[in-house]
């Protein structure tokens, strides 16, 4: 069966479904066609996976703000949900910490919450979030099985806009803590907002896309935001060589990891 085979038989489930429930059901990263088809490039395995999201986790951490070197995961979450650092606490509805697996192989950081991520407590669940894993699962990632995913600021800025500076600094004892938690492999910067505040730098996508990048000797490397590649499809064909970068860098990692 071909892939163009099996994209139309999930419409016509997808549409039945609909027409049951009454409403328009979610696409699943599993089933919707990957970001290569996206890009009209073709040849790359989509890996998938159904095992459980781990939310929090055990490890000791190093952190400001109330983070001690005993805190764990979930001792940072709930200083995350206590946080009033900034004025992101007084437009809020939820605070989102992050979400995958206890010990990533890759964090995903990207710049902050937004109207959908907001409401559910979650990141990337909107329409950027289902590019986002299309992207991952081109290179045998997913938050189900390898990754976890967080943000520069864990409140949602009023507007979608950027975070302000003073936002990010008060928000970055936080990001600072997971990655001393989850210890992660690699980091895969999504957009300027991350790589920017990561590095406390000027230097944003644009500039340093798909180039590999250290930070306290974890590989780094950025590519656009999905957000920023729905309003510029033109962008996701370089997007995909940073991720093609990103893989080779992963593999040089660990030969097996899409295993």
């Given at each position: 069966?071909?892939?163009?085979?099996k994209?139309?038989?999930?419409?016509?489930?997808?549409?039945?479904s609909?027409?049951?429930?009454?409403?328009?059901?979610p696409?699943?990263?599993g089933?919707?066609?990957?970001?290569?088809?996206d890009?009209?490039?073709s040849?790359?395995?989509?890996?998938?996976?159904?095992?459980?999201?781990?939310?929090?986790?055990?490890?000791?951490?190093?952190?400001g703000?109330?983070?001690?070197?005993e805190?764990?995961?979930?001792?940072?979450?709930?200083?995350?949900a206590?946080?009033k650092?900034?004025g992101?606490?007084?437009s809020?509805?939820?605070?989102?910490?992050?979400?995958?697996?206890?010990?990533?192989?890759?964090?995903v950081?990207?710049?902050?919450p937004?109207?959908?991520?907001?409401?559910?407590?979650?990141?990337f669940?909107?329409?950027?979030?289902?590019?986002?894993?299309?992207?991952l699962?081109a290179i045998?990632?997913?938050?189900q099985?390898?990754c976890?995913?967080?943000?520069?600021?864990?409140?949602?800025?009023?507007?979608?806009?950027?975070?302000?500076?003073?936002?990010?600094?008060?928000?970055?004892?936080?990001?600072d803590?997971?990655?001393a938690?989850?210890?992660?492999?690699?980091?895969?910067?999504?957009?300027?907002?991350?790589?920017?505040?990561?590095?406390?730098?000027?230097?944003?996508?644009?500039?340093?896309?798909?180039?590999?990048?250290?930070?306290?000797?974890?590989?780094?490397?950025?590519?656009?935001?999905?957000?920023?590649l729905?309003?510029?499809?033109?962008?996701?064909?370089?997007?995909?060589e940073?991720?093609?970068?990103?893989?080779?860098?992963?593999?040089?990692?660990?030969?097996?990891?899409?295993k």
């Amino acid at each position: 069966m071909t892939k163009d085979d099996k994209l139309k038989i999930y419409k016509l489930l997808k549409t039945a479904s609909d027409n049951l429930l009454g409403y328009s059901s979610p696409d699943f990263a599993g089933e919707t066609p990957s970001f290569e088809d996206d890009i009209l490039v073709s040849g790359e395995q989509v890996a998938g996976s159904s095992e459980q999201l781990a939310l929090s986790g055990g490890q000791s951490v190093t952190g400001g703000g109330g983070l001690s070197s005993e805190s764990t995961l979930s001792h940072i979450n709930k200083k995350i949900a206590e946080c009033k650092r900034c004025g992101l606490c007084s437009s809020r509805r939820t605070v989102v910490p992050g979400m995958g697996v206890e010990n990533p192989f890759v964090l995903v950081i990207g710049e902050g919450p937004g109207e959908e991520e907001d409401k559910q407590g979650l990141p990337f669940v909107g329409p950027a979030g289902q590019l986002l894993d299309k992207m991952l699962g081109a290179i045998g990632l997913s938050r189900q099985k390898n990754c976890y995913i967080a943000n520069i600021v864990k409140c949602r800025p009023p507007m979608n806009r950027n975070p302000l500076p003073e936002e990010a600094d008060a928000c970055r004892p936080f990001l600072d803590a997971q990655i001393a938690a989850l210890k992660p492999k690699a980091i895969l910067c999504a957009g300027s907002v991350a790589v920017k505040n990561l590095f406390h730098s000027n230097d944003g996508v644009l500039k340093v896309h798909g180039q590999l990048l250290d930070f306290k000797k974890i590989p780094v490397v950025t590519t656009w935001h999905p957000s920023a590649l729905l309003r510029s499809p033109e962008n996701k064909r370089a997007a995909w060589e940073d991720l093609k970068a990103f893989r080779s860098v992963l593999l040089n990692i660990d030969p097996d990891y899409e295993k």
